[in-house]
């Protein structure tokens, strides 16, 4: 599957949110929470309103690193 997502992202410029979101998928899956943490807080920099990525982002936060105030925003 990430192979499938991976060639289909590929050819997107490296600061596409789409992209970097389906990477941090990618790395949630290896649990590299630090990777999928920056990944998600520049996607959310660049699109707030980017709705999955604002919740991974507060679930990764809170259930992973314990940043529970952190990912409740």
């Known amino acids: 599957m990430l192979r499938r997502l991976w ?3 590929k050819p ?7 992209a970097d979101f389906q990477r941090a998928l ?11 943490i920056a990944l998600l ?10 709705a999955a ?4 982002l507060g ?3 809170a259930r992973e690193r314990g940043r529970f105030e952190e990912g409740a925003h």
């Open 12 to 18: 997107a410029e490296a600061s596409d949110p789409r």
């Open 53 to 56: 990525a604002c919740n991974m």
């Open 59 to 61: 679930l990764v936060l």
């Open 26 to 36: 990618g790395h949630y899956e290896r649990r590299e929470f630090d990777v999928v």
């Open 7 to 9: 060639r289909a992202f």
């Open 41 to 50: 807080e520049a996607v959310v920099d660049r699109s707030p309103r980017h």
